[in-house]
């Protein structure tokens, strides 16, 4: 295994002692109110030893939920439980980033807090169903926005930064990735939009450039990433031109000196990554859904990457960083747990002292 992997590094004001982290995975397994509980301190708490921990992702609005029994940051409950968490993983010795996600369209009104129809860019009803306690349903058509509610969209991203540093986190990592909000204004399928957020790939990534400048604006560009996954046609997501939009977005954002640059390379376009890679001033995270350790760790020492996030394997492997420098094996990861219950398949995953 390279050596890079374990050199130290900063993402932004973020010191790292090595380069393995860990990525976003939604558990479902908030309270319903969407308050994090000692049982998700103590999920994030055993995975403390990864260069650093990316939660799950959280809403920053009612307006923002798309599945149940996700946390949010945007109420003084969520920041106490949230507390718990940041305390947990920082007594451990560790780093915690709140990924902050607006689900857009990909929701349905019985999983929000006021049961309200979802908003999106455009009323563009996704293909898919959506789980509620009431089991699948179909995905309604979504409420556009309007142009003063995307400004206060934005605010509301800024306020839940805000949140998420006043429950202890070290910053935050807003989602631009796999369907979600902000990538809903990037592509040309969910944007169809006329005013000055729709159109041209300027106006197309003016929503994710305002969110970011606004949160690095109250909590510090230091302690603020974010992720985008180029190509990725997860939640029926269609891009036609990014090699235009993600360059175009990146030259823009590059200014503002963010911590990190989240890549999720899901479309496996090796040549927008590089050109990305070189325009890109700071630290640059990347996630290879799909390859192992090895794949990613030469990601580093290429000079590809500065740092890797693994999902399912650390999802699976609580003491994943000293599995990988041992060269020992790694637990199997059980997808019938993955997504809401107890602390089956959440905390109970073992350990090698185990």
Same mark, same amino acid.
């Given at each position: 295994m ?7 590094? +900063?993402? !932004? ?21 969407g ?27 009612a307006?923002?939920?798309?599945? #149940? ?14 507390? %718990? $968490? ?14 902050l ?9 019985d ?6 129809? #979802? ?7 996704p293909v898919?169903?959506? /789980?509620?306690a009431s ?5 309604p058509?979504?409420?556009?926005l ?10 509301? /991203?800024?306020?839940?930064? +805000?949140? +998420?540093?006043a ?18 204004f ?12 729709g ?7 003016? /929503?994710?450039?305002?969110v970011?400048?606004? $949160?690095a604006?109250?909590?510090?560009a ?11 046609? /997860? ?19 590059? #200014? ?14 090796d ?6 890679? %070189? ?18 760790? %030469? ?15 650390a ?29 089956? !398949? ?9």
């Open positions: 390279s050596n890079a992997l374990w050199n130290p590094i +900063a993402a !932004g004001e973020i010191p790292l002692p090595h380069r393995l982290a860990m990525a976003p995975l939604t558990r479902n397994r908030s309270t319903p109110e308050v994090p509980t000692e049982l998700n301190a103590e999920y994030y708490a055993q995975r403390a030893s990864h260069a650093l921990i990316i939660t799950e992702g959280t809403q920053p609005s307006d923002g939920q798309g599945y #149940p029994v996700t946390p949010g940051i945007y109420t003084d409950e969520h920041i106490a439980g949230w507390r %718990k $968490v940041t305390d947990a993983v920082h007594n451990a010795d560790g780093r915690i980033v709140i990924q996600m607006h689900a857009g369209r990909i929701a349905h009104p999983n929000t807090p006021h049961g309200r129809q #979802p908003v999106a860019p455009s009323p563009v009803q898919g169903t959506m /789980f509620t089991g699948l349903q179909e995905m058509v979504p409420r556009e309007s142009t003063e509610e995307v400004a206060a969209t934005v605010e509301d /991203f800024r306020r839940a930064a +805000a949140a +998420a540093i429950a202890g986190a070290d910053g935050v990592e807003i989602h631009g990735a796999n369907g979600y909000l902000l990538h809903q990037f592509a040309t399928n969910t944007n169809q939009r006329t005013d000055r957020y159109g041209s790939v300027e106006n197309r990534i003016r /929503f994710a450039v305002e970011a400048t606004a $949160v604006d109250e909590i510090g230091g302690r603020t990433g974010l992720r985008i996954s180029p190509g990725n046609p /997860f939640n029926d997501i269609a891009e036609s031109d990014t090699h235009e939009l993600y360059p175009a977005l990146v030259r823009t954002l590059a #200014p503002l000196d963010l911590a990190y640059l989240h890549i999720g390379n899901h479309g496996g376009d040549e927008l990554l590089h050109t990305l890679r %070189k325009l890109w001033p700071t630290t640059l995270v990347l996630n290879r859904a799909g390859t192992d350790i090895a794949t990613r760790a %030469k990601d580093v020492e290429d000079g590809l990457a500065d740092v890797v996030t693994v999902g399912t394997m999802l699976a492997n609580p003491d994943l960083v000293e599995r990988v420098r041992t060269d020992a094996p790694l637990n199997t990861p059980d997808p019938a747990t993955f997504y809401g219950g107890d602390e089956a !398949g959440y905390t109970d995953y073992p350990a090698l002292s185990e």
